[in-house]
């Protein structure tokens, strides 16, 4: 039985891709789950797994969310590819916002309850871009660079309450998102659409296949297994960060 049975967990951009794959994972090893997500689709999603849909915009206020959570998921994301002089200013801010600046809002709304209870975990859904830079992106390097650094500071602070905080660092996965990339992908390298996957996405991998959202919810599963593993990250990339 895993040390998710039982407990309640939330998980942000839930619909589809990760988010989706984790509250599955979450579901299926006996936790309560609670599915949050922009796009209407995730209270069919949530009806499905046995679960409770939120539909919100968590660039917005976050507190028709439960407060009575265990295990948080910050997964909710989105990526914009230009270089940075046509980067729009209001983009960049949105996406720190929702990456960076909801994931301390969520936390902020669940600790009083993980710490009542002396137990929590949160998970962040970070990516190799948080310890690594790629050109084109710097909303989404900036904010999960700010993710990695404010999921250390909850995991010191949380210690002692029995609240554990780690990051996930994906490389590229099989998920909307990263297909959605591919047209601006193939713009700003002046390359074939067909092309972007082994020569962008899979450049830096050792292992040339996209990640599927399966294996970063086993991740997940790992990390809230786990009561001594804190203020780390683990990379879920095929070998990238090792060169």
């Known amino acids: 039985m895993s040390s998710v049975t039982g407990h309640s967990a939330l998980v942000t951009g839930a619909a589809s891709g990760i988010g989706l794959a984790c509250a599955r994972a979450l579901a299926a090893e006996g936790a309560e789950v609670h599915l949050a997500d922009r796009d209407p689709g995730v209270l069919a999603v949530a009806e499905e797994l046995g679960g409770v849909g939120h539909v919100l915009d968590l660039t917005g206020p976050v507190d028709a969310l439960p407060r009575e959570v265990d295990i948080l998921v910050n997964n909710a994301g989105v990526q914009h590819v230009a270089p940075i002089q046509e980067f729009p200013a209001e983009r960049f801010s949105a996406m720190v916002e929702l990456m960076l600046g909801a994931a301390f809002r969520l936390t902020r ?88 996957t082994s020569r962008i996405f899979l450049q830096r991998s050792a292992v040339k296949r996209l990640i599927e959202p399966s294996e970063v919810a086993s991740a997940v599963l790992w990390l809230c297994d786990n009561s001594f593993v804190t203020g780390t990250s683990l990379a879920v990339d095929g070998g990238w960060s090792a060169q």
Not at 129 to 139: C, E, I, N, P
Not at 165 to 179: A, F, H, I, K, M
Request: with cysteine; aromatic share 6%.
């Open 109 to 196: 709304h669940v600790l009083p309850h993980m710490y009542d209870r002396g137990w929590g975990r949160l998970v962040h859904i970070s990516s190799v871009h948080g310890m690594r830079a790629s050109a084109f992106k710097s909303a989404y390097v900036a904010a999960k660079h700010g993710l990695e650094g404010f999921s250390k500071v909850a995991a010191l602070e949380g210690a002692p309450h029995g609240v554990t905080s780690n990051c996930v660092q994906p490389g590229y996965v099989r998920t909307p998102l990263v297909e959605k990339q591919i047209a601006d992908q193939a713009k700003v390298h002046d390359i074939a659409a067909e092309d972007v």
